[in-house]
Nanobody, 120 residues
Framework: QVQLVESGGGLVQVGGSLRLSCAASGFSFSSVTMNWYRQAVGTDRELVASIGPTGSDTHYANFVKGRFAISRDNAKNTVYLQMNNLKPDDTAVYYC?????????????WGQGTQVTVSS
């Protein structure tokens, strides 16, 4: 079955950096787009970044452009989110996501999330 396991969150000061990882299993990782979302307390979950199957196609939310970088290693079935110049507004639980676009009725799968806290 599809499994997504995030790691790498933590407490960091303003301007610091973190690298999140998401280890995937149970599907053909190298064939699908992967996403990172985040959800702060009291807000809706929002898309942060996406990466296409080969890694050459990436998209970012405006609020992270120039600060975050998404990448993937298809040999390791892992997607990464490098977060630089972190701000207090980046504080949230970060989730790895894959929509099962290979199915007739796609389903969104989510990891358990990893907490990122940016202190000022």
């Amino acid at each position: 079955q599809v499994q997504l396991v995030e790691s790498g969150g933590g407490l960091v000061q303003v301007g610091g950096s973190l690298r999140l990882s998401c280890a995937a299993s149970g599907f053909s990782f190298s064939s699908v787009t992967m996403n990172w979302y985040r959800q702060a307390v009291g807000t809706d979950r929002e898309l942060v970044a996406s990466i296409g199957p080969t890694g050459s196609d990436t998209h970012y939310a405006n609020f992270v452009k120039g600060r975050f970088a998404i990448s993937r290693d298809n040999a390791k079935n892992t997607v990464y989110l490098q977060m630089n110049n972190l701000k207090p507004d980046d504080t949230a639980v970060y989730y790895c996501n894959v929509p099962t676009t290979w199915q007739v009725v796609p389903i969104d799968y989510w990891g358990q999330g990893t907490q990122v806290t940016v202190s000022s």
